[in-house]
């Protein structure tokens, strides 16, 4: 088996290694570390909670350590999809970079510019930044990229579902062009549109990939049948008769999340909120709330969940079923990181039935069926009006573009 110490990195990026508690390289960074080390672009297909995040930062920090170029200004730029991910990529970076002199600097959305310019004009050798972010940068000439050696693209397919690309091609204007860098794409999934960008910003790219879309075998997946009525009856009741500590709930829409959040509360249980409507200050709250765990129960959408990376979560919860199965995977992850173990359940309603044999046929195995007495589909209160085939087909139909996801995502309105 491969250790840290066969890829020879410099001693401090070693040592942060073992600080970090890491004892053996993932499959990813087994794969991935070496081919990067020889300067190399990489096209990646792993999903978080792969060790994706430490796969581009070691080589990247160790071939910055060993240039000893004068101008260290922001030679190395890792794009990201959302704040989260930003916040928690930089995060990684400090810690992996303390004892090497190299710096930071992290620039995303929804914060004042001023912190962010006198970082990047104090000079980061390494910036990870949201594109839109950057770009307000680019433009009043706080970031500038001459020296740049190495572009990082993290969780491509989200930033492309996102509708980042336009804003990616502003930024690769100002970079040198893609002969004198080296690239790393990472991607959870490789559809054809991921496999064109790296033809435009990579050249022979070496693949390396992790079972695709896999979940890890650690999580034990339950689906729990039960009328839409009675889901947060249910969810309640699991918490109230199972060991669940550390829960990470997900819903389709904001709205939901809220609605969700004020019952919780209502029946007393701790709980906080993260989605996109959320002020910056108030997803780190929540987020560090749920960190130190003063909240039991965190409700995200799929979207603010991106790059949440909690230590400890026991339960994913899908309150709502995901839209599209690849969600799923992403949602499960954020329990069992690396080699801990977790918990997933999922609650479905009869509408979601053909997402189940999506799910099935991604993950590559039929998941089990938990029946809670009293919640299943047997049971018929007073209150619950059966939705029309029309209403069912407009709530659950699996979005087949990107704007029907995002409207889906968004509960129907159509974005501003
Ligand atoms: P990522 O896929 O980069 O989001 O990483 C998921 C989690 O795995 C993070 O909490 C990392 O700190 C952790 N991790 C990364 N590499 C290793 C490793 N070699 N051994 C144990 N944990 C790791």
Redesign the pocket.
Known sequence: MIQ?CDFNLAAPLQDA?RR???????P??TQAIPPALQGLDIVGC??????????FLLPSLNALLSNKSKNKNSRMLVLVPTRELAL?VGD?AKQLARQTGLKVAVVYGGVGMQDQERALRAGADVVVATPGRLLDHINRNTACFEHLSILVLDEADRMLDMGFLPDIRRVLRVLPPSARRQTLLFSATMPPYILALTREVQRNPVKVEVAVARPPEAIDQKLYPVPKHLKVNLLLHLLNHHKMTSVLVFTRTKHGADNLVKKLKQAGVKAATIHGNRTQGQRVAALEGFRQGHYRVLVATDIAARGI?V?GISHVLNFDAPGVAEDYVHRIGRTA???ASGDAITFITPADEPMVQSIQRLIGRKLERCNAPGFDYGVEAPSYAKPSVAELQRQYATPRTTSQRWSQMLGGRRRR
Not at 20 to 26: A, C, D, L, N
């Open positions: 840290f290694v970090m508690g890491f004892e053996h390289p993932t990813i960074q792993a999903q978080t909670g792969t060790g994706k995040t430490a796969a928690q990684h990376d230590e990181r690396a080699e």
